[in-house]
């Protein structure tokens, strides 16, 4: 399996948007800066295991779904694709 750094940027973006979450706030909640973010967004920048392992924490994500954009737990396949379940807990930020 390829490790693509666009698709893991990409995946990271969206759900940080779909948690209405900004850059800034994110990278406050794993220690990083917003340019850091940022760079790892759009695919530009590599991170260690670390660093993903906090994003994906902070952004209630599977590892294995970060990576390769498939889940291997059926708890988070149910919660990475249904969209109720995120409006749910807006409404409960």
Request: glycine letters at 6%; charged letters at 35%; one cysteine or more.
């Amino acid at each position: 399996m390829e490790i693509n750094l666009r698709e893991i940027g990409k995946r990271i973006r969206q759900k940080r948007r779909k948690l209405a979450l900004s850059r800034e706030e994110l990278a406050e909640l794993v220690g990083l800066s917003d340019y850091y973010i940022g760079q790892i967004e759009r695919g530009e920048r590599q991170m260690s295991l670390s660093v993903m392992a906090k994003i994906a924490d902070c952004l209630h994500m599977d590892l294995n779904y970060l990576i390769f954009g498939k889940c291997s737990n059926k708890y988070y396949e149910k919660y990475e694709v249904n969209d109720d379940i995120e409006e749910i807990n807006q409404i409960l930020k």
